[in-house]
Nanobody, 116 residues
């Protein structure tokens, strides 16, 4: 079983930056493709970004491409999401999970609020 704990959210102004962190328990973390997802009230959780096991390849939703960067540190069992040039529409609860996501791995998420 893997436990995922997200942190780093908060309030930012439009155009600002935040870095989200995801701490993973379990010795098999390095073998997982990992992703970041987000959800706003009344909407389905959506894909934001993913990264392969070695970190060699990354993929992004069109809405964040060029602004967000996903990276990982397998030695520390950590995945990060660097978010730059934030927009009000980035406001959401952000979650990390395997990609494709495993239902039982969803954590509490971290709230990101971007003011205009």
């Amino acid at each position: 079983q893997v436990q995922l704990v997200e942190s780093g959210g908060g309030l930012a102004q439009a155009g600002g930056s935040l870095r989200l962190s995801c701490a993973a328990s379990g010795r098999t973390f390095s073998g997982y493709v990992m992703g970041w997802f987000r959800q706003t009230p009344g909407k389905e959780r959506e894909f934001v970004a993913s990264i392969t096991t070695s970190g060699g390849s990354t993929y992004y939703a069109d809405s964040v491409k060029g602004r967000f960067t996903i990276f990982r540190d397998n030695a520390k069992n950590m995945v990060y999401l660097q978010m730059n040039r934030l927009k009000p529409e980035d406001t959401a609860v952000y979650y990390c999970n395997r990609h494709p996501p495993v239902r039982s791995y969803w954590g509490q998420g971290t709230q990101v609020t971007v003011s205009s």
